[in-house]
């Protein structure tokens, strides 16, 4: 059973515009919110990260925006680049620093 | 360069015969881990390392074994190998248990038939 909910499957952005990924936890012991970027035949790699004690995060054009008493965050990329087309993953862990992934994003960026 | 490497990184077999995927980091990271990812299912963890000679089950451990005798090196074996376990599997590792980034290795696609 998938402990972290992630949502869309996929999405089409055009180029300059926003996109949006969301993802859902349930396990309170979770306190530590990275997102990964994987590229065709790469291995994913920390794009950016939150902890709960935190609302929203910016680094560039990412950011994670959190809600914990709903118990969800969120991965926002503006001004979305052909160069951002990959698979996006959120990911929990708690103190022991075992990751539960969501199923993924793929985002297209459109020219 | 800071990196994880696997080997092989391709790998058709067949039913019920044993392998090994190596896997190395030279960052002189503590922890290492073990994921395999499927269409839909995202990356799953079969197996970590918190130490030398210190491993534990992840969610998937299942037709799985692993070991490790020494910090760098973090391999995967398959006893028996069966088509369910048809997969990309992805080595990784870490500072430590803790909240740090996950290095990823380039992934090793297995078909077993």
């Known amino acids: 059973q998938q402990q972290v909910k992630q949502s869309p499957q996929s999405l089409i952005v055009q180029k300059g515009g926003i996109s949006i990924i969301n993802c859902a936890y349930e396990n309170t012991a979770f306190d530590y919110f990275p997102w990964y970027q994987q590229f065709p035949g790469k291995g994913p790699a920390l794009l950016i990260a939150?902890?709960?004690?935190?609302s929203e995060k910016k680094e560039g054009r990412f950011t994670i925006s959190f809600n914990k008493s709903a118990k969800q965050f969120s991965l926002h990329i503006m001004d979305s680049q052909p160069g951002d087309s990959a698979t996006y993953f959120c990911?929990?862990?708690?103190?022991?620093?075992?990751?539960?992934f969501g199923a993924g994003t793929q985002v297209v960026v459109t020219p | 360069e800071a990196q994880v490497t696997q080997n092989p990184r391709y790998l058709i077999t067949v039913t019920g015969k044993k392998l090994t995927v190596t896997c190395s980091q030279n960052?002189?990271?503590?922890?290492m881990s073990w994921y395999r990812q499927d269409p839909g299912l995202g990356l799953r963890q079969i197996y970590y390392?918190?130490?030398?000679?210190?491993?534990d089950k992840g969610d998937v451990p299942e037709g799985y074994k692993v070991s490790r005798k020494e910090k760098r090196n973090f391999p995967l074996i398959l006893e028996s190998p069966s088509p369910n376990q048809t997969s990309l599997y992805f080595c990784a590792s870490s500072l430590d248990r803790g909240h740090h980034e996950q290095y990823f290795g380039p992934g090793t696609r297995l078909t077993v038939t």
């Open positions: 390392s918190m130490n030398v000679e210190v491993t």
């Open positions: 990911a929990a862990t708690d103190s022991w620093g075992k990751l539960q």
């Open positions: 939150i902890r709960p004690d935190v």
């Open positions: 960052m002189n990271h503590e922890y």
